[in-house]
């Protein structure tokens, strides 16, 4: 059974000397062993690829803390998440008044 193309799911970009394939709400499901066939007029080609997908982490868990605070910085702290992995970066959205 061959990837198809999903519109807003499974995307394939196809540029001179590279194709893309995006996995937009790839499911743990979607883990597995996949060939990968690449042919054209001069040939063929295939690569075995193991796709692990990993759920979103949780959300992180309170309390959730400001100390430190300056005029231009403060240090931030929270609990890891109590469902699925922990955190590799974060982005911090920031409003000034």
């Known amino acids: 059974m061959g990837i198809r193309e999903e519109p807003g799911r499974v995307t394939f970009d ?24 690449l042919r054209n007029d001069l040939g063929m080609d295939t690569i075995a690829l193991n796709v692990q997908v990993v759920d979103a982490p949780g959300k992180p868990e309170g309390p959730f803390t400001a100390s430190d605070v300056c005029p231009d910085s403060c240090l931030l702290s929270w609990n890891p998440p109590k469902v699925g992995t922990s955190y590799t970066w974060i982005v911090i959205l920031v409003l000034l008044l």
């Open 14 to 37: 196809n540029k001179l000397g590279t194709i893309t394939l995006d996995n937009l709400r790839a499911e743990p499901g979607d883990s597995g062993k996949y060939n990968l066939l």
